[in-house]
């Protein structure tokens, strides 16, 4: 025998050390056997795929993913075409959805709506077709391969027995013996169900022929020698797994490691339990990394299903009873788009709940825009038969423009006025054109009417000089007045003030000027509140806009309730954005202060239009 040779043969005491080699790996690697090995690795990869892989900006990128997992179908990973499969759809159904939508404000209905063709779902489906046909294939191939893997090893236990109950010298059947070994050691995979009782009978035969063994000491000696190489420069790559970036990577690594490990023979005797325990040390530390990285990353999906459970309860628990306006459904429609846009960006939620997950918030978001449709398409309804009330009222404004029964005809669009506030809203794209054609009849007639009444005049004169006086009176009020006693004299002024009437047109700013000087002065000096101000100032200009009659209040009150609708719109916008916000760093709570002082002011403005309009209703009340 060749002084070289490192397959020398084993003593019994080698042979346990080996085993002992052997059961230990596997407890730590926790792959008992060749078939557990590649169903590990093949999860790992799985996982791994999974969080790095790429999202898709678009279809044709899913497309063309596809197109390059077809050409290596072997090698393509199931959970990876899965969220190909996912993302593709995704973006088909946000096509359709933009369509539809598009159709129906385009003036189509809801029910009418046919999508288009489209043929990268039909390359979607081809592709995906021959993926799974070439996969089905690849299943049946190694199963067919396992059954003859199975077959070759059952054939060299057979071999192996033959060498051990032959009663041949064993000495001379041991470059036999490592034959069988080495094509034991190539022959991979073997049905699952197969593998325990297999290998069981492999050790009962390999552990007889070892016994019948016998090695002189010099033999012996270099076969330690070497294996202790072997062993030493296995230990020292597992180490250096510990500072490997890739974790996974690491750990498959150190799967072959322990394979090779397993297939070198044993060491002197002194030195197994501390070359053991130095490659056992490396193992456990990449074993180690390998299980807390899975673990986080266990963990970071189970937040990210929380969160995205969440989202779906959101949605799900929307009050559709309580959506009633045209302005309602938009600001729930702008809160469920911003959490589509919050759960795109949660990454993947644990895969036996990742598809779940998203079909359940893409039916609560459809059964959504579903209602809001048949809401729309209601609406839209509604609004029809609104047009079609004021076109009405346009028509009887226009028969009555030209008449000159003053009383009776102001009285007659007084009421049509009134009743056209009755009527709720109309299309956008109609609606100021139909309400300027009401209001241009009802401004003709009233301009007649003015014309007609210029008699007027000389009231407006002494209604200018009764200003002039209540301005004196101002004036004269002494800064060394009690607050109160100020406070009462300004308001019973600014009063009398709201109960004279028109002043001729070229002396009006004049007097206006002068009265609101002296006003800002008395509000300034005695602290009286900005709001009372501006109403204040307000029921002192009502009686200008009086003077183009009934149908101005109308425009102004119409004015201010567009003025209040707005705000509120606003304050509600606003008041959504603070249940986003938190306080939990310096710009956010820069940003939440602010925001809360929007809040405030517009809470403010909103009580003070309520009571400007409140000050137009008495006025019509008034004149009625």
């Known amino acids: ?17 080996e085993k002992k080699t052997v059961e230990v790996s596997e407890a730590i690697t926790e792959t008992p056997t060749e078939e557990g090995t590649e169903k590990v690795t093949e999860e790992v990869t799985a996982e791994v795929q999974t969080e790095a892989a790429p999202k898709p900006a678009t279809k044709e990128d899913v497309l063309n993913r596809l197109k390059e997992l077809a050409q290596d179908s072997e090698n393509a990973n199931k959970q990876e075409i899965d969220n ?99 094509q034991w050691n190539e022959t991979k995979l073997v049905p699952q169900g197969k593998v325990n009782e297999l290998w069981k009978n492999y050790q009962l035969y390999v552990e007889k022929f070892y016994d019948l063994l016998k090695l002189n000491n010099e033999f012996r000696e270099y076969d330690f020698k070497k294996n202790l190489e072997i062993k030493t420069h296995l230990c020292e790559a597992a180490e250096k797994l510990a500072d490997e970036e890739d974790v996974v990577s690491a750990f498959h690594q150190l799967q072959k490691l322990h394979q090779e490990f397993r297939d070198t023979g044993p060491v002197a005797k002194e030195l197994r339990d501390e070359i053991w325990n130095r490659f056992k040390a490396a193992s456990t530390a990449v074993n180690r990394r390998h299980q807390q990285h899975f673990e986080a990353l266990k963990e970071s999906e189970q937040h990210n299903l929380d969160q995205k459970t969440v989202i779906c309860e959101i949605v799900e628990a929307i009050e559709y009873d309580e959506l009633k306006t045209f302005s309602a459904w938009e600001n729930k429609t702008q809160e469920v788009i911003a959490l589509q846009n919050k759960w795109k960006t949660i ?28 809401f729309f398409k209601a609406l839209k309804e509604g ?37 056209w506030k009755t009527i709720g809203p109309v299309a956008k794209k109609y609606s100021d054109a139909v309400w300027k054609r009401f209001i241009t009849a009802c401004d003709y007639f009233f301009d007649q009417k003015n014309k007609a009444t210029s008699s007027q005049r000389s009231v407006e004169i002494e209604n200018m000089e009764k200003k002039k006086a209540l301005i004196e009176k101002l004036a004269s009020i002494d800064e060394n007045m009690d607050t109160d006693e100020a406070s009462t004299l300004v308001r019973e002024l600014m009063k009398e003030w709201n109960t004279i009437g028109h002043v001729p047109f070229k002396e009006k700013d004049k007097l206006y000027k002068q009265y609101h000087g002296l006003i800002d002065q008395l509000f300034d000096r005695f602290n009286i509140s900005t709001s009372n101000k ?91």
């Open 1 to 17: 025998m060749d002084a070289h040779d490192t397959n020398l043969p084993l003593n019994q005491g080698e042979l346990e050390e």
């Open 84 to 182: 190909l499969k996912q993302s593709f759809y995704k973006l088909h159904n946000a096509e359709l959805e933009a369509a539809k939508k598009q159709f129906i404000d385009n003036g189509g209905a809801a029910e009418d709506f046919t999508p288009k063709d489209d043929p990268t779902e039909e390359e979607f489906k081809r592709l995906m077709g021959s993926i799974k046909e070439k996969r089905s294939q690849l299943v049946a191939e190694q199963e067919r391969q396992k059954e003859e893997n199975l077959q070759v090893k059952l054939s060299i236990i057979e071999e192996l027995k033959e060498l051990v109950e032959s009663g041949d010298d064993a000495n001379k059947s041991y470059t036999e013996f490592k034959k069988l070994q080495q």
């Open 347 to 374: 990454g993947f939620a644990p895969q036996k709940m990742n598809v779940k997950i998203f079909e359940r918030f893409r039916h609560a978001c459809d059964d959504f825009f579903k209602k809001k449709g048949e």
């Open 383 to 419: 609004m029809n038969e609104n047009l079609e009330k004021k076109k009405a009222l346009c028509e009887k404004a226009e028969a009555l423009k030209d008449s000159t029964d003053w009383k009776a005809t102001a009285d007659a669009l007084t009421k049509l006025q009134k009743e």
């Open 534 to 624: 501006k109403l204040s100032n307000f029921r002192s200009n009502i009686s200008n806009i009086q003077g183009g009659g009934s149908q101005s209040l109308y425009r102004e009150r119409e004015k201010l309730v567009r003025i209040y609708e707005n705000m509120k719109n606003e304050l509600q916008t606003y008041e959504n954005n603070l249940g986003f916000l938190t306080s939990s760093s310096k710009k956010g709570s820069s940003l939440l202060t602010e925001l809360n002082r929007k809040v405030d002011k517009l809470k403010a403005d909103l009580e003070l239009v309520l009571q400007k309009i409140k000050v137009i209703d008495e006025s019509l009340k008034a004149e009625e």
